[in-house]
């Protein structure tokens, strides 16, 4: 974030700036969306919905995951919320009693164990390595798991690295005893191969979701966790007291989303996936190609040792002096030290642009140090 809010400074101070940084979508959400959150708002849909949340959209989250996955979900295991941040919350404080462990890969979306930590729990790190495409290797996981170890968080296709977890390794992971946590935000957005839902694979399984990537919904701030039933009735009380329910016309919009946004979701997934094609292009030009293709998000996690071992100095000097915004390894823990997150949300033109920048940076650099 201090990436960003410096783009954002330097671009009020009239600067040509590039983000390469930011994950967020940069198109708008599909016209059912906002036609059914607009309708909403003209029939006055305002008022507190169940805790819960509507019927009618924990309906259509289970049809989602009956038709894509292959899984009955029943909607009474299903609880929308605010965003899948606030969705971590519910669960975590629901799961964890002070001193619990959850383990986590090292690099991970730094969010999960600031969620953790806040709730009284341990993260207990597993490094994964760029050799075996950053995945788990299932007997360090299982040399890790000990009496306090409450969940596996996994993420599928991964942030910051664009990878999905192969069948294997879900498989391995399920057999064990705790409980699987599965952030699955990035499930819409698969190049290559296909994602699978953690519960495919075991009913031992929290996941977490929402419609910000996918459908480019992020100011919607909608999600969902989908988690076995003796849990529900506690988050549901939770919210009931911190947030009483979701917005009722962003629910509407989510209902619509899922049954009627079909095209324009696929129409943005195609869009991403020649921006992924471009960026690793541009990226393999100036010497930055990975050891393997990311396959979904909409992220490149590159590996610059050859140039610091201090991303996030690296990062702000970039953006200094080549007006292109990248995100610094280090923000995603220690195993991430050594890399820099691309992320391709922006125009083919900005990502062609903003990697020839990143390349006159890197050039500078080697001319340097001769």
């Known amino acids: ?105 090292n690099p991970h979306y730094p969010c999960y164990s600031n969620f953790v930590e806040f709730f009284g729990g341990k993260p207990v790190y597993v490094r994964v390595r760029e050799e075996d495409r950053f995945q788990y290797r299932e007997k360090e996981v299982r040399k890790k798991v000990s009496k306090k170890t409450k969940a596996i968080l996994i993420n599928s296709p991964a942030n910051p690295t664009g990878y999905l977890i192969p069948d294997e390794t879900l498989k391995a992971l399920s057999r064990l005893k705790p409980y699987l946590v599965s952030d699955e935000i990035y499930h819409g957005l698969v190049y290559e191969g296909r994602e699978r839902s953690a519960l495919e694979f075991s009913d031992r399984t929290f996941v977490l979701s929402g419609f910000s990537k996918a459908y480019s919904m992020t100011g919607f701030r909608l999600g969902y966790v989908i988690a076995p039933k003796e849990f529900i009735r506690p988050m549901q009380k939770i919210q009931q007291n911190f947030t009483i329910s979701v917005n009722p016309f962003v629910q509407r919009a989510g209902i619509a989303a899922l049954k009627e946004g079909a095209a324009d979701q696929e129409r943005m997934r195609k869009s991403f996936a020649e921006r992924r094609k471009v960026a690793l292009e541009a990226l393999a030009e100036i010497g930055l190609k990975p050891a393997s293709a990311p396959e979904g998000a909409f992220y490149i996690f590159v590996n610059v040792k050859e140039y610091t071992q201090d991303t996030y100095r690296f990062a702000f000097d970039c953006l200094k002096k080549a007006k292109v915004g990248i995100t610094p390894g280090i923000d995603f823990g220690k195993g991430g030290e050594g890399y820099i997150r691309i992320s391709y949300a922006n125009s083919q033109e900005k990502i062609r642009e903003g990697i020839r920048r990143l390349g006159n940076y890197l050039a500078g650099l080697k001319r340097k140090r001769a």
Do not use: W
């Open 1 to 105: 974030m201090d990436i960003l809010e410096a783009e954002g400074l330097m671009e009020k101070a009239g600067e040509d700036v590039i983000s390469l940084s930011i994950g967020e979508p940069d198109f708008p959400p599909p016209e059912c969306v906002k036609k059914a959150c607009l309708e909403a708002l003209e029939e006055d849909f305002t008022k507190y919905t169940h805790s819960q949340g509507l019927i009618g959209l924990r309906e259509a989250i289970a049809e989602h995951y009956l038709s894509r996955y292959r899984v009955k979900v029943h909607p009474d295991q299903i609880l929308v919320t605010s965003g899948s941040s606030p969705a971590f919350f519910l669960l975590f404080s629901s799961l964890l009693n002070p001193g619990d462990e959850v383990i986590l890969s």
